[in-house]
């Protein structure tokens, strides 16, 4: 499965963005999808998570009640709506997936088993 993510960008702090991740080779909905974020010298950090038929989500402690995570899995693409953006949500934001024979949890406590993107650029101005 190929993953391309889309809608990073520069927004001032209190704003909002949408990023996209787009599937192919696969139908989108016989995977667990996340999002994953690296800022420049740290590890990669888990933020958000959806099951494949959507109608389960799951959220780091940071980022709980400012994202969600959605997903149209006629269109093979999931979502994460960023609102009231921090300087410290600056980062590279990746999409990854998990086939739904993995255990929901195992796409944030196992992520390097899963398929990757490449990643798309927030940066929040203060």
């Known amino acids: 499965v190929q993953l391309v993510e889309s809608g990073g960008g520069l927004v001032q702090a209190g704003g909002s963005l949408r990023l996209s991740c787009v599937v192919s080779g696969d139908t989108g909905k016989f995977y667990n999808m996340g999002w994953f974020r690296q800022a420049p010298g740290s590890e990669r950090e888990f933020v958000a998570a959806i099951s494949g038929g959507g109608g389960m989500t799951y959220y780091s402690d940071s980022v709980k009640g400012r994202f969600t995570i959605s997903r149209d899995n006629a269109k093979n693409t999931v979502y994460l709506q960023m609102n009231n953006l921090k300087a410290e949500d600056t980062a590279v934001y990746l999409c990854?997936?998990?086939?739904?024979?993995?255990?929901?949890?195992?796409?944030?406590?196992?992520?390097?088993?899963?398929?990757w993107g490449q990643g798309t650029q927030v940066t929040v101005s203060s």
């Open positions: 990854t997936a998990q086939y739904i024979t993995n255990q929901f949890g195992q796409l944030w406590r196992a992520p390097d088993s899963g398929s």
